[in-house]
């Protein structure tokens, strides 16, 4: 049982590219959430899925987009990268809504924009 | 506006004795509150949960408590080992689908 999964796990960008980072979950978990977290800071909602073809904006959507065509997968695009999105990204997936069950969370994709 | 606060960056405790968290909610809507633990390099894992009809909740060596009049929460780790040396998240949550996170305390225990 792999839990999440994310890749890759660490990646440079260089300004004005594009990149998606890949999420895939093994639990059937219908919720799926995209954080990221800056230095010294707490981990701060992207998007979020409450289940397959259904996604929706978190504090700090701007600069990014979701899909989620399968249970499974819920890859988050990078369009556009600017240094401002310098930051460490976790997916994260719960069996039901997150506040009310423990979340589950990859290890994490380490991205630079320079 | 940070709706949920970790005022100490940081705690440093011994091997055995007690470690206390804080924190601290401004919204009054939050019904639900978690803390997760977080090693360098690693995701978030879960470690304790407490809903807003209890004031206690204990796993263990973990236990949280939470005063409403007060909006603060706290969690107890009784005895403190060096294996719990992490990041700490408070997390909180409404009646919607989002957590609201903390900035996070990092524990130190020493032997």
């Known amino acids: 049982n792999a839990g999440v999964t994310q890749t890759p796990k660490f990646r440079i960008l260089k300004i004005g590219q594009s990149m998606t980072l890949q999420c895939t979950q093994d639990?059937?978990?219908?919720?799926m959430y995209w954080y990221r977290q800056d230095p010294g800071m707490g981990l701060k909602l992207i998007y979020y899925?409450?289940?397959?073809?259904?996604?929706d904006k978190g504090e700090v959507p701007n600069g990014y987009n979701v899909s989620r065509s399968t249970t499974e997968d819920f890859p988050l695009r990078l369009e556009l990268a600017a240094p401002s999105q310098t930051s460490v990204y976790f997916c994260?997936?719960?069996?039901?809504?997150?506040?009310?069950?423990?979340?589950?969370f990859g290890q994490g994709t380490r991205l630079t924009v320079v | 506006d940070q709706q949920v606060k970790q005022n100490s960056p940081s705690l440093s405790v011994q091997e055995g004795r007690i470690s206390i968290l804080n924190c601290d909610y401004t919204?009054?809507?939050?019904?639900?509150f978690l803390w997760y633990k977080k090693y360098p390099a690693e995701g978030p894992t879960f470690l304790i949960s407490?809903?807003?009809?209890?004031d206690k909740n204990e796993d263990g060596r973990f236990t949280v408590f939470l005063n409403k009049s007060a909006k603060h929460l706290s969690l107890h780790i009784v005895p403190s080992q060096p294996g719990d040396s992490a990041v700490y998240f408070c997390?909180?949550?409404?009646?919607?689908?989002?957590?609201?996170f903390g900035t996070g305390t990092r524990l130190q225990v020493f032997p």
């Open positions: 994260a997936s719960s069996y039901s809504r997150q506040g009310q069950t423990e979340a589950f």
């Open positions: 639990m059937n978990h219908n919720y």
């Open positions: 899925s409450v289940g397959a073809g259904i996604t």
């Open positions: 919204n009054s809507m939050f019904d639900y």
């Open positions: 407490i809903s807003s009809i209890k």
């Open positions: 997390a909180a949550s409404g009646n919607t689908d989002k957590l609201i």
